[in-house]
T-cell receptor, first 112, second 113 residues
Framework: GQQVMQIPQYQHVQEGEDFTTYCNSSTTLSNIQWYKQRPGGHPVFLIQLVKSGEVKKQKRLTFQFGEAKKNSSLHITATQTTDVGTYFCAGLGTDSWGKLQFGAGTQVVVTP | DGGITQSPKYLFRKEGQNVTLSCEQNLNHDAMYWYRQDPGQGLRLIYYSQIVNDFQKGDIAEGYSVSREKKESFPLTVTSAQKNPTAFYLC????????????FGPGTRLLVL
């Protein structure tokens, strides 16, 4: 079945630095979504990518969908303490009816 | 104030006991989902429902049951057959079944005594 892998599992970042988290699917995706979960909270939708090669930006966050629609990345520039949390990607397979397959997440810790 | 509510926030279960977790949404969403989250892991789908009176097993349905008698409500029962129920349970909904954004409730933390 469809599997979504995320790397790294943990990311320790100095405040002000940049980092990237990656998401890879074993199958081609219809779309990919990114969610953020703050410590003790619930996942909150960030963005959805649908088109091959699509790039979207939200302030310091840049999201990219691969040309083959099997991988995605989230790049954060000038990391701030408010970026702390776990970032999940979730892929929708081409034949999986609305069933998102979540990656295990990248837990981000920011050091002041 | 629209959204998804889950209750209770914390729940304690004794050995051999069934417990039911509540999930209600007033977003008029057709699809609803239950996920389980364990520390350091992603979200695993337990059950999902596209429409009222219909639901499907997810990846880890064993030991769980659901009902969808109303569009707004999708309760999850953790039965005594679930041998390792301690986890964070998240309910979500989406407008329809076509891979739309999922909106999550605040979650219920279940602990076995």
């Amino acid at each position: 079945g469809q599997q979504v892998m995320q790397i790294p599992q943990y990311q320790h970042v100095q405040e002000g630095e940049d980092f990237t988290t990656y998401c890879n699917s074993s199958t081609t995706l219809s779309n990919i979504q990114w969610y953020k979960q703050r410590p003790g909270g619930h996942p909150v939708f960030l963005i959805q990518l649908v088109k091959s090669g699509e790039v979207k930006k939200q302030k310091r966050l840049t999201f990219q969908f691969g040309e083959a629609k099997k991988n995605s990345s989230l790049h954060i520039t000038a990391t701030q303490t408010t970026d702390v949390g776990t970032y999940f990607c979730a892929g929708l397979g081409t034949d999986s009816w609305g069933k998102l397959q979540f990656g295990a997440g990248t837990q981000v810790v920011v050091t002041p | 104030d629209g959204g998804i509510t889950q209750s209770p926030k914390y729940l304690f279960r004794k050995e051999g006991q069934n417990v039911t977790l509540s999930c209600e949404q007033n977003l008029n969403h057709d699809a609803m989902y239950w996920y389980r989250q364990d520390p350091g892991q992603g979200l695993r789908l337990i059950y999902y429902s596209q429409i009222v009176n219909d639901f499907q097993k997810g990846d880890i349905a064993e030991g769980y049951s659901v009902s969808r008698e109303k569009k707004e409500s999708f309760p999850l029962t953790v039965t005594s057959a679930q041998k390792n129920p301690t986890a964070f349970y998240l309910c979500a909904s989406s407008r329809d079944r076509e891979g739309e954004t999922q909106y999550f409730g605040p979650g219920t933390r279940l602990l076995v005594l």
